[in-house]
């Protein structure tokens, strides 16, 4: 089982990235998918989930009105929208499943991270 996440780069302060996590192996159909980032020198932290059956979203505070959470059924695949993005969203962007469909839950598997760096 892999999760492929990819979509990272350089942007400037006020741009947008769409990120994409692909899983081969197996299917997201039960399951809870989650971002999360890590900063530099900072504790990872939750970004956004989403319920796989059904489409329940959950977005961080930080990033609600400016990031967004969504899958394409055809493609197992799920894609994080950043826009209006800051200097300080600059981190590794992780994806994740939790297979029991709990967004708050382990997450049993990792994708390998796609760095995103915002200039100010």
């Known amino acids: 089982v892999q999760l492929q996440a990819c979509g990272g780069g350089l942007v400037q302060a006020g741009g947008s990235l769409r990120l994409s996590c692909a899983a081969s192996?197996?299917?997201?159909?039960?399951?809870?998918v989650g971002w999360f980032r890590q900063a530099p020198g900072k504790e990872r932290e939750f970004v956004a989930a989403?319920?796989?059956?059904?489409?329940?979203?959950y977005h961080a505070d930080s990033v609600k009105g400016r990031f967004t959470i969504s899958r394409d059924n055809a493609k197992n695949t799920v894609y994080l929208q950043m826009s209006s993005l800051r200097p300080e969203d600059t981190a590794v962007y992780y994806c994740a499943a939790d297979s029991r469909g709990d967004v708050d839950g382990e997450y049993d598997y990792w994708g390998q991270g796609t760095l995103v760096t915002v200039s100010s």
């Open positions: 192996g197996r299917s997201f159909s039960n399951d809870a």
């Open positions: 989403i319920i796989w059956s059904g489409g329940s979203t």
